[in-house]
């Protein structure tokens, strides 16, 4: 009404035209236009303009996806906008080898992995959360047990050298460590670096990629406390459908027929499989004339039985709870968390069982206007037990010696035969493991001037691992409930095995970047690396449990079930080895444009003989942003970032040389001294002084894309990777020698 718009008008209400475009001039279409704090808002059209009533004063806050967002106060009834675009995308750091690039400056390959992709998966290891997210990191499960961890490659197998490992390196805020043995929800950020420029910087230890993982810090602010958990059931799937025991007899015998032999199943014994289904029977399996003995159950047995069904169960429960503390002020920030995981497997039978507790805490400390220091602490406890006879073998037995008409159990209620796996599960024994790893670091950076900036970072990492084997008779029943060890259950014993880890690395490196002219831009960087590990382990076993339970090495008779006596086990080893390199990196790069990099890398191996310790292993990398040259600009609003780039390097190995193939080593021998035999030592094997180093180049070639405003991005590669110098085992008659092979 005429009164209601003089009512607005007097209230300061006016209306509000424009127009919205991004930098390149073009109309935005459905661009969000609303008044701060309030309800009323309009949305631009085909044209990109927009009208709407608003009181002078105040704020219009304009939104689009891909563009940053614009708050402009109202001054008239005009007011046209044209939109920033969102560079968040282009703007990104990733984390690269001992430093960081932004994501549009980098030549080299490397996948990029954000704390959200993990959150939203339901994984119980970093293993689980990294299949299938970041192509060429191939991660596979070759069983269903619990404390699997997965095997990694990058890109493929890189190599076919005789114990030589083809899995990348896995480095957590810049130390080596397993991937599993951290909290997924302490991730901020993973990279991969695929080729040879990006990786090279790591050298030997890093022939085949690296994993980089970056974990969560504290920021400014109030404290903030953060817990969260999940309960979770997983359900077996693609479980095998069991065929029922006389559809399986029937096709038995007609394939046993077909290969020119014998129906296994004769007919008394098919109709026994018959009335056993229909009720009419009760027991699975006939008893011998004798009256003691029970009839073979491959051929007699008339029982029905799901195998599967009986072992496995349709869920397991499992549960996660995590706490974490975290806040800071300008001087120093904290982040403190802890995680608890309970999981559980699907047997009915001597159930699997899986836990893991962790510890994190990480501080940074402003010493002064130059100095910070960096210290981080982590310990992280796995716990796993299962069946001792649930062993890869297990798995691959099932389908082949779970025949249906083999019975569980027997007429008196005893476990039947000795191919049952529920008998050997049950009553076999346990197997048990513990490892504990601690993590220590301690990092001062210093910017003593502007842009020269020096690391140094002390780590170390050790591991206790403990594994316990407790196995037991299994016994066998006759048709009168007389009691016999089982033929495949006949061992009871202990046996113990413990390892220790201890391992520490240094790294110092120094960077420094300047212009040259305006739109030059250089950063270089040299540094030292050194490691050292430390590796000892202590096994020892004896037969003979005297009571189950009570599974004690020192608490055995030593004797086998036969009462015989068995030489107690016992077994030890310690080997070292170290590492030394020097490496440098220099970027450049013209107004963003125009990219290039050069990585050098001199490494030492303790692995090699002298005159074949260290080897030299450069690469580099260039790249063009074919968006930012003025001809590509009409394809701007459609690519909004394009960037070739290119790589070539080489990157050496030494995983596949045993600790001391460079030392002569001694084996005991037998002598005859003075008409008696006594014990001395002999050169073991012949030495092959020329042994170096494994050498893989890596070629790369790619092109990152980005469309409609970085709102779908891809990134196309192709390489070629070849690999020399692989280390194979050798073949030469001990006999005529007198040695064995190098």
Known sequence: STTGIAAVEQAGTITVKGHVADSAGEALIGVSVAVKGGSTGAITDLDGNYSLNVQKGKTLVFSYIGYKVQEIVVTGNVLNVTMKDDSQTLDEVVVV???????????????????????????????????????????????????????????????????????????????????????????????????????????????????LVTTKSGSKGKAKVNYNNNFRWVTPIVVPEILDSYSFAAYYNEAALNNNGGARFDDPTMQRILDFQNGILKDPVPVKSDGVNWEDSWSKGNANTDWYDALWQDHAFSQEHNLSFSGGTDKMNYYVSGNILDQNGLLKVNQEKFQRMSVNAKMNVSLTKWARLNVGTRFTRTEYGKPTKMGSAFFEDMPRQTWPVLPIYDSNGYLFGNSNPILALQDGGRTTSQTDYMYQQLGLVLEPIKNWVTHIDFNYRSKRYDWHESTYYTYVHNALGEATINSKGNTSGVRENTERTDYVNLNAYSEYGFKVVDDHNF????????????????????????????????????????????????????????????????????????????NLRYDGSSRFAKGHQWGFFPSGAIGWRISEETFFAPLKKVISNAKFRASYGTLGNNSGVGRYEQKETMKTTNYIMNGKLVQGFSASKMINQDLSWESTRVINVGLDLGLFNNQLTAELDWYDRFTTGMIRGSSISSILSGYDAP
């Open 523 to 598: 950063k270089v960087m040299a540094g030292f690396q050194m490691e050292h590990n430390k590796w000892h382990a202590f096994s020892g076993g004896r037969q003979g449990i005297i009571v189950n339970g009570y599974d004690e090495i020192d608490i055995t008779t030593g004797v086998d079930y036969k009462g015989n006596a068995v030489t107690p086990t016992i077994g030890g080893s310690t080997t070292r080895w170290s590492t030394a390199g020097f490496f440098g990196r220099i970027n450049y790069d013209y107004k963003g444009r125009y990219l290039a990099e050069i």
């Open 97 to 211: 080898g001992f430093g960081t690039q932004k994501k549009v400056n980098l030549t080299g390959s490397v996948g990029v992995v954000d704390s959200k992709s993990l959150e939203a998966r339901p994984i119980t290891n970093l293993s689980q959360g990294l299949q299938g997210v970041v192509p060429g990191l191939q991660i596979s499960f070759t069983s269903g047990e619990l404390n699997q961890s997965g095997s990694m490659n990058v890109r493929g197998t890189g190599t076919i050298g005789d114990g030589s490992s083809g899995s990348p390196l896995v480095l957590i805020d810049g130390m080596e460590g397993d991937l599993n043995s951290i909290n997924p929800q302490d991730v901020e950020n993973i990279s991969v670096l695929k080729d040879a420029a990006a990786s090279s910087i790591y050298g030997s230890r890093a022939p085949f990629g690296v994993v």
